[in-house]
């Protein structure tokens, strides 16, 4: 699910049980974006992939070339 800030629902509010971003504490949802095409860059080291909204901590980025995600390169620590 796409929330509003760009970002794929990471969680879920404790009390109402709807998707939220826990990075934005955003809890408004969007259509989901085309994604076809499109690439992601790690955040870290910029080792990119195909967009997608399964990746972790993945933000879409509408006006810039690369959406964002983090692939672990540091860990999950």
């Keep these: 699910m796409m ?5 794929a629902a990471n ?3 404790m009390e109402t049980r709807k998707p939220v971003c826990v990075i934005c ?3 408004t949802i ?4 085309d994604l076809r095409g499109r690439r ?3 955040m870290v080291c910029s080792e990119t992939r195909e967009s997608n909204m ?3 901590f993945f933000e879409y980025k509408s006006n810039q070339d690369y959406d964002s995600f983090y692939d672990g390169c540091r860990g999950f620590d």
């Design 30 to 33: 969007t259509v989901e974006p």
């Design 54 to 56: 399964k990746l972790p």
């Design 25 to 27: 504490q955003c809890d």
């Design 40 to 42: 992601a860059k790690c």
């Design 3 to 7: 929330m509003a800030c760009g970002h």
């Design 11 to 13: 969680g879920k509010d």
